[in-house]
């Protein structure tokens, strides 16, 4: 099992950056790939960035790419969502989440085995 706890979320103006940290308890984080999504109340989750176990690929969604970066820090167990170039539509609730995928499912919700609780990324114009 591994349990999964973000922070690093807030209130934030257009342009600012954060740094989200998932930090894993448990198991170590190396033996699996890494993700974040986000949801907003009425939509589906969806995917933001991606890395594939033992920092192999990293993949992002259209959204995040050039202003995101997924980073992570075996020694602390620990992953990192840095966010650059805050938009409002980027506002959402941010999970971390854990699993095993591939080039072609990493942006699969089901690939993904562990979820963490989640912190809300309010970003104001």
């Known amino acids: 099992q591994v349990q999964l706890v973000e922070s690093g979320g807030g209130l934030v103006q257009a342009g600012d950056s954060l740094r989200l940290s998932c930090a894993a308890s448990?198991?170590?984080?190396?033996?699996?790939?890494v993700g974040w999504f986000r949801q907003v109340p009425g939509k589906e989750r969806e995917f933001v960035a991606a890395?594939?176990?033992?920092?192999?690929?990293?993949y992002y969604a259209d959204s995040a790419k050039g202003r995101f970066t997924i980073t992570r820090d075996n020694s602390k167990n620990t992953v990192y969502l840095q966010m650059n170039s805050l938009k409002p539509e980027d506002t959402a609730v941010y999970y971390c989440?854990?699993?095993?995928?591939?080039?072609?499912?990493?942006?699969?919700?089901?690939?993904?085995?562990?979820w963490g609780q989640g912190t809300q990324v309010t970003v104001s114009s």
């Open positions: 989440a854990a699993g095993n995928f591939i080039s072609s499912t990493y942006k699969r919700r089901e690939s993904y085995y562990y």
């Open positions: 448990g198991r170590t984080l190396s033996s699996y790939g």
């Open positions: 890395n594939r176990w033992r920092g192999g690929n990293t």
